[in-house]
Structure formats: structure tokens, C-alpha cells
């Protein structure tokens, strides 16, 4: 069974920062690429960092230099430590391997907000 569980997520004004952490079951974490996405109200679910086994990063340009995105192999555990937050930052931020889609299984996410 497909299991995401991801924590994190919190309330900061603009500036601060954040660290997110996902907890994944063994068959999507290994030994597949892994990414943060994430939903703003009324918008699509975005990629915006991700992560091959090997540890090679991409990110979507709004968020680099500001987002930085981790995984612990052998804690089946992938990690986004998010700076200099923005109030567009704001969205449900969910973790998945690279490429899901919709009809992949997906945990409940993470709330950030991000206040001006």
C-alpha cells in the first residue's frame, strides 16, 4: 500500500522559512525520483523541486535559490527547506514520485501560508 505522509507546513510571513518533511512507504520511495508539488486555490498541482535517487536536483525557476529539496534514503524520507518565503508561496504542498498523476495515490499534504 501506498503510503505519503507529509508534515511541515505552517503559517509565517514573508521572509521566514520553512521545512517540509514527507515520510514514504518503501515501494514509491525506492528507487524512484521524488518531488514537491504543490496546489494554490483555484490553480493546477505544480512540480516545483525534485530529486533522483542519486541526489540530482531540479527545480521550476519561480523557487530557486530559495527552495532547497532533500532526501534521506534510508528513512524513506525526502525533505524541501523553503527560505525567503512569498505570499505566492502559499499552497498545499503534497510529495510524489517525479512523475505522478492525478490518478497516483497522494497523502493529505501540508497548508503553507505565507503572509505579506
Known amino acids: 500500500q501506498v503510503q505519503l505522509v507529509e508534515s511541515g507546513g505552517g503559517s509565517v510571513q514573508a521572509g521566514g522559512s520553512l521545512r517540509l518533511s514527507c515520510a514514504a512507504s518503501?515501494?514509491?520511495?525506492?528507487?524512484?525520483?521524488m518531488g514537491w508539488y504543490r496546489q494554490a486555490p483555484g490553480r493546477q498541482r505544480e512540480l516545483v523541486a525534485a530529486?533522483?535517487?542519486?541526489?540530482?536536483?531540479w527545480y521550476v525557476d519561480s523557487v530557486k535559490g530559495r527552495f532547497t529539496i532533500s532526501r534521506d534514503n534510508a528513512k524513506n524520507t525526502v525533505y524541501l527547506q523553503m527560505n525567503n518565503l512569498k505570499p505566492e508561496d502559499t499552497a498545499v504542498y503534497y510529495c510524489?514520485?517525479?512523475?505522478?498523476?492525478?490518478?497516483?495515490?497522494w497523502g493529505q499534504g501540508t497548508q503553507v501560508t505565507v503572509s505579506s
Open positions: 518503501g515501494s514509491i520511495f525506492t528507487p524512484n525520483s
Open positions: 530529486i533522483t535517487w542519486s541526489g540530482i536536483t
Open positions: 510524489n514520485k517525479r512523475f505522478a498523476s492525478a490518478s497516483d495515490s
